[in-house]
Nanobody, 131 residues
Framework: EMQLVQSGGGFVQAGGSLRLSCAVS?????????VGWFRQAPGKEREGVSC????????YYGDSVKGRFTISRDFRKRTVTLEMNALTPEDTAIYYC???????????????????????WGQGTQVTVSS
């Protein structure tokens, strides 16, 4: 069974930066997966933030984070990282990573922003940005 273990996040003032990591473990080939990041604020639906095809490096971002967030992967550590810069209080949410298998260069449905695409989920990490 695949496991996604999240780390990072926390509390920061507006304009600051935080990093989230998602470590993938289990008997799976890391390169066979798309890893996405989602967030859910109180009273709101889960929102797609970013995703990456691990094998070919395709990256997608939600409109609200473009130019501020960067997704990357580390093959040796089997980790996908989300660097978050210029944070605002509107970024406050619980952040989740998710993973789903994909064949090389396969089109990623909805650019990876659909929660229903993913089978595996991390435990969630709180990000709080104060004004």
């Amino acid at each position: 069974e695949m496991q996604l273990v999240q780390s990072g996040g926390g509390f920061v003032q507006a304009g600051g930066s935080l990093r989230l990591s998602c470590a993938v473990s289990g008997g799976f080939t890391f390169e066979d997966y798309v890893v996405g990041w989602f967030r859910q604020a109180p009273g709101k639906e889960r929102e797609g933030v970013s995703c990456m095809s691990v094998d070919d490096g395709r990256r997608y971002y939600g409109d609200s984070v473009k130019g501020r967030f960067t997704i990357s992967r580390d093959f040796r550590k089997r980790t996908v990282t989300l660097e978050m810069n210029a944070l605002t209080p509107e970024d406050t949410a619980i952040y989740y990573c998710a993973a789903e298998m994909i064949t090389p260069y396969e089109t990623i449905p909805s650019e990876g922003m659909d929660v229903d695409f993913y089978k595996y989920w991390g435990q969630g990490t709180q990000v709080t940005v104060s004004s």
